[in-house]
């Protein structure tokens, strides 16, 4: 199981995204509809959506096995959550 790590830098990413620790804690750990793609040897990005509906794309750097630090985070756009919206309901226009 992944452990999701934050540092002072962290929260700063979130506070600029205007993303609130609470609505991406629960996306990480709940049953939301998720991406994942490994970015290089040690990275990883994930497409993950809050229970309030929107989505985000995060950024992590691996620590260690398993345990990743959040490095950025971003609103995705309407279009692309149109997509993923589709995507995830088995759409496609």
């Known amino acids: 199981?992944?452990?999701?790590?934050?540092?002072?830098e962290?929260?700063?990413?979130?506070?600029?995204?205007?993303?609130?620790w609470r609505d991406l804690h629960s996306a990480l750990?709940?049953?939301?509809p998720r991406i994942r793609r490994p970015v290089g040897s040690e990275g990883l990005l994930l497409v993950v959506r809050t229970g309030g509906g929107s989505w985000l794309v995060v950024?992590?750097?691996?620590?260690?096995d398993?345990?990743?630090l959040l490095t950025d985070v971003r609103h995705v756009s309407e279009d692309e959550?149109?997509?993923l919206d589709?995507?995830?309901r088995g759409g496609s226009r």
């Open 29 to 32: 750990h709940g049953e939301h």
């Open 10 to 20: 962290s929260f700063d990413a979130l506070d600029r995204a205007g993303v609130a």
């Open 81 to 83: 959550a149109a997509a």
């Open 66 to 68: 398993g345990a990743w």
């Open 1 to 8: 199981m992944d452990q999701y790590l934050f540092d002072e």
């Open 86 to 88: 589709r995507m995830f």
């Open 59 to 64: 950024g992590f750097v691996e620590q260690r």
